[in-house]
T-cell receptor, first 116, second 114 residues
C-alpha cells in the first residue's frame, strides 16, 4: 500500500517571503512523486515531478522540490511567493516503473495563502 | 491544443437518481483517469481507461462505472445517487499509462446530491 501525507493543512505567508510545503510518502516499492496546484474552481495543474536523476527538481512558476529517499520526503519550496500563488497544493505518488494504470495517490492538500 | 474538457460543469441531482458525466481528453491522449474530490476524503482514484478497456479501478462501490469510446472520450456513471456522492469529479488524460506520465486534469464536474 502507498500513502502520501502532507504535514500542513494550511500555510499562511507574507508576499515575497519564502515558503516550504511538506510532503512525506510511504511505499513498499519505488515511487515517482508529483506536486500539483489547484486554483479555485479549476482542475489540477502539474508543478513538477520527480522520476529519477537529480534529487532537486525545478518546476513552473519558480517552484522546486527536493526528493529525499532516506527521509521519504518530497518538500516543495519557493524562495519568494506572490499573491497569485494562493491556491491548494497537492503532493502525489505512483508506483515507479512499468505501468501505473493511471493511479495517483494524493495527499490531503495544503492551502497556501499569501498575504500582502 | 485544447485541454481536457468536462461536461457538464455543474449538476444537481436528488437521491436515488443516476448521473452521467463526460470527459474529452487532449487530442491524441489514449488514457483517461477519473478522480473524486471531497473535503473529507480528498482526491481518490476511481478508475482508468486505455483503448476502451478499464485497466485499473479504485475502491468504490459498483454504483460507480465508466466507459471509454473509440475516440478516447470517456463517461462515468453513478447510479442510485447518495448524499455522500456530492463531490468534484475530475478527469485526467495522458498519452499512455506509463508510470510517471504527466496527467492533465480537466476543470471538473461539481455534483450536488440533495
Amino acid at each position: 500500500a502507498q500513502s502520501v501525507t502532507q504535514l500542513d493543512s494550511q500555510v499562511p505567508v507574507f508576499e515575497e517571503a519564502p515558503v516550504e510545503l511538506r510532503c512525506n510518502y510511504s511505499s513498499s516499492v519505488s515511487v515517482y512523486l508529483f506536486w500539483y496546484v489547484q486554483y479555485p474552481n479549476q482542475g489540477l495543474q502539474l508543478l513538477l515531478k520527480y522520476l529519477s536523476g537529480s534529487t532537486l527538481v525545478k518546476g513552473i512558476n519558480g517552484f522546486e522540490a527536493e526528493f529525499n529517499k532516506s527521509q521519504t520526503s518530497f518538500h516543495l519550496r519557493k524562495p519568494s511567493v506572490h499573491i497569485s500563488d494562493t491556491a491548494e497544493y497537492f503532493c502525489a505518488a505512483c508506483n515507479a516503473g512499468g505501468t501505473s494504470y493511471g493511479k495517483l495517490t494524493f495527499g490531503q492538500g495544503t492551502i497556501l495563502t499569501v498575504h500582502p | 491544443k485544447a485541454g481536457v474538457t468536462q461536461t457538464p460543469r455543474y449538476l444537481i441531482k436528488t437521491r436515488g437518481q443516476q448521473v452521467t458525466l463526460s470527459c474529452s481528453p487532449i487530442s491524441g491522449h489514449r488514457s483517461v483517469s477519473w478522480y473524486q474530490q471531497t473535503p473529507g476524503q480528498g482526491l481518490q482514484f476511481l478508475f482508468e481507461y486505455f483503448s476502451e478497456t478499464q485497466r485499473n479501478k479504485g475502491n468504490f462501490p459498483g454504483r460507480f462505472s465508466g466507459r471509454q469510446f473509440s475516440n478516447s472520450r470517456s463517461e462515468m456513471n453513478v447510479s442510485t445517487l447518495e448524499l455522500g456522492d456530492s463531490a468534484l469529479y475530475l478527469c485526467a488524460s495522458s498519452l499512455t499509462t506509463s508510470a510517471g506520465e504527466t496527467q492533465y486534469f480537466g476543470p471538473g464536474t461539481r455534483l450536488l446530491v440533495l
